[in-house]
């Protein structure tokens, strides 16, 4: 049997960017400003996974992680950031149970 020889090359390559900037979610956006520690938003999205149509701010307020000021000014700050991404919905048409829906609330 013939000892074969193999020598492998490896380039190396520097990745800049792998993944397009992903906009943080209100959650991330309350840990960042140290409303919530992470365990504490775990449990907010645990109870806003349990009780639906709850919002997180609601959620962590409700759970006493939060005061309700410091979660609606934060939230008003979160709306104006400038790298969020917007579209208009209006310019899509709902199918007629969901827009039987939307009337009723």
Do not use: N, W
Request: hydrophobic share 50%; charged share 25%; aromatic share 8%.
């Amino acid at each position: 049997m013939l000892a074969r020889s193999l020598v492998m090359e490896t380039e190396m390559i520097e990745l800049r960017e792998l993944v397009a900037h992903k906009l943080s979610a209100f959650g991330e956006f309350l840990v960042e400003h140290a409303v919530l520690d992470r365990y504490q938003l775990f449990r907010v999205l645990q109870m806003q996974d349990r009780v639906p149509g709850a919002r997180l701010g609601q959620c962590a307020v409700a759970l006493g992680y939060a005061e309700r000021s410091a979660v609606e000014a934060l939230h008003a700050r979160f709306k104006q950031r400038d790298d969020m991404e917007t579209m208009t919905t209006s310019a899509f048409a709902r199918e007629p149970e969901i827009a039987i829906i939307y009337a009723l609330t």
